[in-house]
């Protein structure tokens, strides 16, 4: 076996001159203070040096050469080779923090929609990574985004799984940028709480028709409506951010991919803008929820549904379809909103018969043409 190959890397460890310095002053028989005392130094400043933490200065290696006998160029050299070690150590430390953080992010579903270039490199793979969320390092990532989303997610008692949260702020992300660009009124309360009621009456029209006209109804209200579909492991579902003093968005993907859901996500976001303040940034994730989500669930709840109606939703539990397609007619909701809601509040269990009529979403090639018309 050619053992020179078992040593062709570099050490992940370093030693420290002080360390040499130590083992002279005990095979000198002195004390650190007597040391001290023959450098002319305070003993503190010979603790700093033999921890590392205050260089050898040439000065210094003149007198280690007098006092202990070993030549200047000795301590010299071990001064410079520890230095190199430690930069050499925190930039191969730095290196890996920005791979595991490259892991975490879901780069190739970027590269899939054209956010970011396909290259194996890792070094090009970070740099696209952090032009896509705008900042200048990992540091300022975790500012910007990972520190906001846990801090959500502690207040909603969710795990925080990395992967989780890479795929969670690259959707965020990117419902920023497109808010960013539509071009709204001023935010007004009155006017937005207004354009919501509006919203409310077009919960029965086909999606062609009813996504448009909400864009239209928020924009003239302050707030950009930007739909973007979800990113794998991301578990959100919904989510509203203020992207200036006059300017919020409400993004909604189709996780889940039924009508109910969508309606009920969009409602939701709505209500964390009626109710909430302009500080936060609300997401609506699969998992238990804190005291604002639940205030939010109930504004969409009573929209969908007033609240004077919910002793008929116990009674449509064991109704007919039919009753069920008469009470939507009333409330002017489509039956299967009334489906969703009455599994949601598990009046009928999840594999009901009604289960078929519930409406599916999905995402077509024409949405992205639609916002450009509407834009």
Not at 61 to 79: C, D, F
Request: charged share 30%.
């Amino acid at each position: 076996m050619d053992t020179r190959k078992l040593y062709t890397g570099e050490p992940d460890y370093t030693v420290c001159p002080g360390t040499m310095i130590r083992e002279t002053i005990e095979s000198m028989h002195m004390t650190q203070k007597e040391f001290a005392m023959r450098m002319g130094l305070s003993e503190k400043h010979l603790i700093d040096i033999l921890k590392g933490k205050t260089r050898i200065t040439e000065e210094m290696t003149i007198n280690l050469e007098r006092v202990t006998g070993t030549p200047g160029r000795i301590w010299s050299q071990l001064e410079s080779q520890y230095r190199r070690d430690l930069l050499r150590l925190a930039q191969s430390k730095n290196e890996e923090e920005k791979l595991e953080w490259l892991r975490n992010i879901p780069y190739n579903e970027l590269v899939k929609r054209g956010l970011a270039s396909a290259t194996r490199d890792k070094t090009q793979r970070i740099n696209a990574a952090l032009r896509f969320y705008g900042v200048a390092n990992i540091q300022a990532w975790r500012t910007t985004f990972e520190e906001p989303v846990c801090k959500f997610r502690k207040a909603t008692k969710i795990a925080n799984v990395p992967r989780q949260t890479g795929a969670l702020s690259a959707w965020l992300r990117l419902c920023e940028l497109e808010g960013s660009q539509m071009e709204c009124k001023p935010y007004i309360h009155s006017r937005f709480h207004d354009a919501v009621q509006e919203i409310r009456k077009l919960v029965c029209l086909p999606p062609d028709e009813f996504v448009p006209k909400m864009r239209c109804l928020c924009r003239d209200a302050g707030v950009a409506f930007v739909l973007v579909p979800e990113f794998p492991r991301g578990h959100v579902v919904g989510a509203a951010k203020w992207l200036g003093m006059d300017k919020a968005m409400i993004a909604v993907n189709l996780r889940g991919k039924s009508l109910d859901k969508f309606w009920f996500t969009f409602f939701h976001e709505a209500g964390h803008l009626l109710l909430g303040n302009r500080a936060g940034l609300y997401l609506d994730i699969d998992g238990k929820h804190g005291d604002e989500e639940l205030a939010a669930d109930q504004f969409a709840s009573n929209i969908l549904i007033p609240a004077k109606y919910e002793a008929r939703l116990a009674e449509l539990a064991n109704a007919q379809y039919r009753e069920v397609e008469a009470f939507a007619r009333k409330i002017n909701l489509p039956p299967s909103c009334v489906i969703g809601r009455l599994m949601y509040e598990k009046l009928i269990p999840w594999n009901h018969p009604w289960k078929k009529y519930i409406v599916k979403l999905q995402w077509v090639e024409s949405e992205k043409e639609d916002k450009k018309q509407n834009d």
